[in-house]
Every structure is written in structure tokens, then in C-alpha cells.
């Protein structure tokens, strides 16, 4: 019998990330809190800006963002972001969405498939992707929900199960 396996991944839909970015966008247009203070959300290159006349203000701008996501289902660690940075009479704020498992998170991954899943299961590193196989689909369900438990600050997908 073929050996079974699942690729486990971290992606985010960036058509999704858009229509989030879009919708804060106009809520913040049309909120009162936010009017007269400068406040917008708009893509700058890869990363997300967001600008407001004060570091609070700011950071509401990123709360509504962070809603707007967390409606469409994405995950909240695959976006980072770091502290508002005076720039002249405005805060800036820059947030990335990360897509693909980092090398170190790889390898804890792999390290705990290891230590704590089933004997037969076997994890490789591919690129910024880890493919697990094994000849038993149980021992893969079991790893699938273990990796789910696992404390990394990643957003995990499990796709190619076959």
C-alpha cells in the first residue's frame, strides 16, 4: 500500500486580505471617533500603513482592521505589527501578512511530529512547506491534531491530504 501524506502550509488568501483592508477603509471614512484625525488604512507596497494624528487613534485603526479580518476568517497570526512610529504631526503604524513556515518553526514542528506523534508518521521539511506521510491515515489524522495544538505563532493550513 502507498504511503498517505498532507502537506501542512501557511498562506493567506490576499483577495481576502483586500476586501478587509477595503471594508476598515470605509468604516473608518464613516466612523465619528475617527473624523478629524487624520485617520486612514491603505496598502504600501507588500505591508499595510495605517496613519492617524495619534498613537491611540492608530491603534483603533488596527483594532478595526483586525475585526475585519478575523470576519473573513483569517488568522491573526499570519498579520505583524509593530509600535506607531511618530513620523512629522502623524503616527504610522506598518503591518505584514506573513505567508510560509519560517525554517526555526519547521524544525519544531518536525521535532514534535517526532517526539510525541505516531512511530510510523515522517515529517520533511520542503521549502517554507513540511510534508508529513506515513503508510496509516489515522496516524496522519492524529498528527493533524496535534500539530493544531502545537504552540507556534503561525498560522497552519493542512492541505493535500491523500
Do not use: C, H
Amino acid at each position: 500500500m502507498a504511503d498517505s501524506s498532507f502537506d501542512v502550509v501557511s498562506k493567506v488568501d490576499q483577495q481576502e486580505v483586500d476586501n478587509a483592508l477595503n471594508q476598515a477603509a470605509k468604516e473608518i471614512n464613516q466612523r465619528y471617533d475617527f473624523k478629524g484625525v487624520g485617520a486612514s488604512i491603505e496598502f504600501s507596497g507588500e505591508n499595510i500603513l495605517m496613519k492617524a494624528n495619534s498613537e491611540e487613534r492608530v491603534k483603533a485603526v488596527l483594532d478595526v482592521f483586525i475585526a475585519k479580518l478575523a470576519k473573513r476568517q483569517i488568522s491573526m497570526k499570519a498579520l505583524e505589527w509593530g509600535d506607531p512610529q511618530p513620523s512629522g504631526k502623524e503616527f504610522r503604524l506598518v503591518a505584514s501578512v506573513k505567508e510560509g513556515i519560517a525554517q526555526d518553526v519547521a524544525k519544531k514542528l518536525t521535532k514534535l511530529v517526532r517526539d510525541e506523534g505516531p512511530k510510523s508518521v515522517k515529517a520533511l521539511i520542503q521549502g517554507d512547506e513540511l510534508r508529513v506521510t506515513s503508510k496509516s491515515r489515522d496516524d496522519l489524522q492524529a498528527t493533524i491534531q496535534l500539530l493544531k495544538g502545537a504552540d507556534v505563532d503561525t498560522a497552519l493550513q493542512f492541505v493535500n491530504f491523500r
